[in-house]
């Protein structure tokens, strides 16, 4: 079974940095657009960046010039390089995937849409 697993969240100091991991595990043959999502207390969960197969990004306002996205398509891994953090940007961070095609057999694939990782939080104090 294909998962998405985010690692790399932490407590960290206003202006600190982090740099949050999500790897996909099982037998992947190839990963559509990737992306980060984060969930405050009490809020929404709200897009903060994605990535696209062809390596196009995207960001929210909020996040823009501070953080940046990126992915190593060998690891299946993708990237939130996060900088010049604020307390604003506390939240539990979400990875998601629009699509998976993973292998079943040695020759067979399946497709699995809209993958979501458990999420790793993300505090930042003033």
């Known amino acids: 079974q294909v998962q998405l697993v985010e690692s790399g969240g932490g407590l960290v100091q206003a202006g600190g940095s982090l740099r949050l991991s999500c790897a996909a595990t099982?037998?992947?043959?190839?990963?559509?657009?990737m992306g980060w999502y984060r969930q405050a207390p009490g809020k929404q969960r709200e897009l903060v960046a994605t990535?696209?197969?062809?390596?196009?990004?995207t960001y929210a306002d909020s996040v823009k010039g501070r953080f940046t996205i990126s992915r190593d398509n060998a690891k299946n891994t993708v990237y939130l390089q996060m900088n010049s953090l604020k307390p604003e940007d506390t939240a539990v961070y979400y990875c998601?995937?629009?699509?998976?095609?993973?292998?079943?057999?040695?020759?067979?694939?399946?497709?699995?849409?809209?993958?979501w990782g458990r999420g790793t939080q993300v505090t930042v104090s003033s």
């Open positions: 998601n995937t629009d699509r998976i095609c993973y292998y079943i057999s040695r020759t067979l694939t399946l497709y699995k849409y809209d993958v």
């Open positions: 099982g037998s992947i043959f190839s990963i559509n657009s």
């Open positions: 990535i696209t197969s062809s390596n196009s990004t």
